[in-house]
C-alpha cells in the first residue's frame, strides 16, 4: 500500500471528478490519502470529503500566500478546528519568499501560531517552504526550545544542508514528483539519502505530475510512479518504499489510527 500523504484533492481538475480520481488511485495502490487546506473559507469542503470517504483524512490550515487574507483568524479558530475527528494535521503552512504574494512578517506569525497550535494537540504541522529556508529553520529551531512538536516538510526542494538541519530537529521530509525531473540532480541525490524512517511520498496533486505524466493534471495514483522512481535511485524494490513511507505516515500521523 501506498500513501499520498499531501493532495488538494478540492482544487480545480480533481474535485470535478473526484470519484473517479479517487477510483483510480486506489486501484494503483494509494490506501490513504491526505487531503490538505490552504484557506479557511477550504476547511469544511477538505473535512467534508475525510468524513465521506474511509481512507481520506484532512488537514487544517493557512498557506503563507493567503497569510494577508488571514491575519484576523485567531488561534482559537484554528485550535477548535483540529478537534474534528478526521482532521490529522495541521497546515499547510509555513513561508514563500519566492512569490511574497503575503507580507512576510504576516507569514511569520501565522507560521509561529501554526506551530503554537500543533505543540498544544500534537498533531504534525505541515510545512511549505519556499526561498526561504534560513527563517524557515529558524523559527523551527526557536519553536523547538520552547517544546517539541511534529512536523514535515512536504514537497521537498530544498538544499541538501536544509534538509540536513530539519531532520536534526527531528522533522520529516516528503518528496513530491519533482523529484523525478530531469532538472532535479541536486533533489535527486537529498532523496538518496533520506533515513529510511523519515520519509513520506506525495503528489500534490493536481500539481507537479511525476514522469511520466509530465504537462497532466496530476492525480494522487500518481504518487504510484514517484514511489517507483526514488526506489530506483535508492536501489531498492518499490514494494519495500511502499511499506516503509506508509509505516512513517502511520508513526507521524497518529491520529489517523493506521
Not at 76 to 99: C, K, Q
Amino acid at each position: 500500500m501506498l500513501i499520498d500523504s499531501h493532495c488538494h484533492l478540492e482544487y480545480k481538475g480533481l474535485v470535478e471528478d473526484q470519484t473517479g480520481v479517487l477510483a483510480r488511485a486506489r486501484e494503483a495502490g494509494v490506501g490513504a490519502f491526505l487531503n490538505i487546506s490552504t484557506r479557511e473559507s477550504e476547511w469544511n469542503q477538505v473535512v467534508g470529503t475525510a468524513a465521506r470517504e474511509a481512507d481520506v483524512f484532512a488537514s487544517v490550515g493557512i498557506h503563507p500566500h493567503e497569510a494577508d487574507a488571514h491575519q484576523d483568524l485567531g488561534r482559537s479558530v484554528l485550535l477548535a478546528a483540529t478537534e474534528h475527528p478526521r482532521v490529522i494535521a495541521i497546515g499547510e503552512t509555513g513561508l514563500d519568499y519566492f512569490y511574497d504574494h503575503s507580507d512576510r512578517n504576516a507569514q511569520k506569525q501565522l507560521f509561529r501560531m501554526h506551530i503554537d497550535v500543533a505543540r498544544e494537540v500534537q498533531l504534525p504541522v505541515i510545512i511549505h517552504t519556499r526561498d526561504a529556508e534560513d527563517d524557515t529553520f529558524a523559527i523551527l529551531a526557536e519553536e523547538m526550545e520552547k517544546g517539541a512538536f511534529p512536523a514535515l516538510i512536504h514537497c521537498f526542494t530544498a538544499s541538501g544542508e536544509f534538509g540536513a538541519k530539519v531532520l536534526e530537529l527531528g522533522l520529516t521530509i516528503s518528496l513530491s514528483g519533482i523529484v523525478t525531473f530531469k532538472n532535479a540532480k541536486a533533489l535527486q541525490e537529498v532523496a538518496k539519502t533520506v533515513p529510511e524512517d523519515r520519509l513520506l511520498v506525495e503528489t500534490d496533486s493536481p500539481f507537479l505530475a511525476p514522469v511520466p505524466h509530465r504537462g497532466r493534471v496530476c492525480e494522487p495514483a500518481y504518487v504510484a510512479d514517484t514511489a517507483a522512481f526514488i526506489a530506483n535511485l535508492r536501489g531498492i524494490e518499490p514494494a519495500r518504499i511502499a511499506a516503509q513511507t506508509t509505516a512513517n505516515f502511520a508513526t507521524l500521523f497518529t491520529k489517523a489510527g493506521l
